[in-house]
């Protein structure tokens, strides 16, 4: 028995949602940017409709892709970077916690009120319990690390400095730019379901392009793209 199709009672087809939710997902667009864009391929579609779209299928896109990429593999455990965002909700300043590890991929992101050693700790037992434990973390010097390393009994496998923690300062950019051109987030359930899902997408296109020849990574790119369009095409 073969699984019902997630697009069944659509009218729109299921590779102009893909592009839609892609779209705004991994690019710093607005929903009404999409909808124009669509609109200059003969889509017609409203940024309504775009939103719909991407609350819907935006977390179920991101699911299967995360179970196709670690199937047959497991998580890095090698190196870890830790660090945390401030991300403002309706003017209140909240911590978005991202574990991301050495080669730039988005292994865990996590949203608190605090900056504490408790959240601190559930964001690392987050990260843990998927993909277990890694051999060296690497943070700033914020002490609610220390406090939770040690409480886990990982103290001896932290490490700080002054630019060892770059890879993720950097991983920080792209989300930076996506939540400018959404002006900012109004709860903390959105900002967590938006942080997973665009992980999960940038996670997929990321093909580190000034590592590999262009024919490389033209290959990959398309590799990528091929790979989205057949997500939940049962």
Request: aromatic share 10%; glycine share 6%.
């Amino acid at each position: 028995m073969t699984n019902r199709s997630p697009f069944k009672y659509f009218k729109t087809s299921s590779e102009i949602i893909r592009l839609a939710v892609m779209m705004y997902v991994r690019f710093p667009l607005s929903l009404r940017n999409v909808e124009n864009l669509l609109h200059e391929r003969g889509g017609d579609v409203s940024n309504e409709a775009v939103r719909f779209w991407w609350q819907r299928f935006g977390p179920m896109f991101a699911g299967e892709n995360r179970k196709r990429r670690i199937e047959g593999m497991q998580s890095s455990r090698w190196r870890w970077h830790l660090d945390e965002m401030f991300v403002k909700i309706n003017g209140e300043q909240h911590y978005l916690w991202r574990a991301v590890d050495h080669e730039g991929e988005v292994l865990e992101s996590f949203v608190t009120k605090t900056r504490d050693k408790k959240a601190a700790l559930k964001f690392l037992r987050k990260a843990m319990k998927k993909h277990g434990r890694a051999d060296v973390l690497v943070t700033d010097k914020l002490r609610s690390y220390g406090a939770a390393l040690k409480d886990l009994g990982m103290a001896d496998r932290q490490e700080t400095g002054r630019w060892l923690n770059n890879r993720a300062e950097n991983s920080h950019l792209p989300f930076r730019r996506r939540e400018r051109a959404m002006q900012r987030f109004r709860r903390m359930r959105s900002l967590q379901k938006f942080a997973a899902v665009h992980a999960s997408v940038s996670n997929h296109f990321n093909q580190e392009r000034s590592l590999s020849s262009r024919d490389i990574f033209k290959t990959n790119r398309t590799a990528a793209l091929a790979e989205w369009r057949g997500l939940c095409a049962g």
